[in-house]
């Protein structure tokens, strides 16, 4: 398995000895924040200009630890809930496992390619839904064909029509959670070697929290590992079988959902 994507069968879930096959390794994984602390003359050009010449001295910066030596393994066929309190690390460690953020120290394998969907994903406010689902499935790498195909199950899912022709209007008027749907929508029409979604099961009515958590379970039976970070403990339970608790960027529980669940719940004291 090579570092940051190898591409396998994704039909697979197990290896020809009949072994699990990983699609997810973090190996002591760290992840480090810098940002540019306040100095004297913060924002002049002589400011700016000092903290060229001195950075590799990394002078006035501060560094924020967000995830602190996590190691886990994941499997085709997983769905994984990621739980912890605000601030715990638990969207950061998706996007390092999506090759979105470096790492400090450590290691990220991936088995396939893994999509990572927040519900702040890019999509263009100025074009309509229609253009937005076309562009959306091509940065997918779906074809033309596979999008004019699915694009009635997309609009359909994702119950933005169900009060009036939406899809034809530009995303710009669009409420906030019509837009998640919509962005879920695309991103689940696609089969994933490892989809990551970042809270979009928060958003929507409870029809549309029923049909994402169905999608989700779709998606596992398909081989590929789902990793759903969401504060809505019940989803969690519907939709996942194991659980990493993080907390101060540590991981302090990976285990079956239950297990995890009645132990955080004690710790939250929900």
């Known amino acids: 398995m090579a570092e940051q994507n190898a591409e396998q069968n994704p039909q697979q879930s197990t290896t020809d ?23 004297t003359g913060k924002g002049s050009a002589t400011a700016a200009l000092s903290r060229i010449l001195k950075r590799g001295e990394e002078r006035g ?8 030596g996590v190691s886990f393994v994941s499997y085709r066929g997983e769905a994984i809930g990621l739980i912890g309190s605000n601030g715990s690390g638990k969207s950061t460690l998706l996007r390092a496992i999506a090759g979105l953020l470096p790492a400090e120290q450590g290691k990220v394998y991936t088995d396939g390619q893994p999509s ?21 499935g091509l940065a997918m790498g779906m074809s033309r064909e596979q999008i004019r195909e699915r694009y009635q199950d997309i609009v359909d899912f994702s119950g933005i029509n169900e009060k009036g022709d939406f899809i034809t209007l530009p995303m710009r008027t669009y409420s ?46 398909e081989a590929g590992t789902v990793f759903l970070v969401s504060h ?39």
């Open 17 to 39: 000895t009949g072994e699990r096959r990983p699609t997810v390794i973090a190996d002591d994984l760290h992840i480090v924040y810098r940002v540019n602390g306040a100095k």
């Open 61 to 68: 910066v501060r560094k924020v630890h967000a995830v602190r």
């Open 116 to 136: 990572l969907l927040g519900v702040n994903a890019a999509l263009m406010n100025d074009l309509t839904g229609e253009r937005n689902v076309i562009l959306g």
């Open 176 to 221: 906030s959670g019509m837009a998640a749907r919509l962005r879920f929508s695309i991103a689940a029409a696609k089969d994933h070697d490892v989809l990551m979604i970042d809270e979009a099961l928060a958003t929507g009515d409870r029809k549309f929290q029923k049909r994402s958590e169905e999608r989700i379970r779709e998606l596992r039976k």
């Open 232 to 270: 809505n403990n019940k989803s969690i339970r519907d939709t996942c079988n194991r659980v990493l608790w993080l907390e101060r960027g540590e991981l302090r529980m990976d285990g079956p959902t239950e297990e995890v669940l009645k132990e955080y719940e004690k710790f939250t004291g929900k």
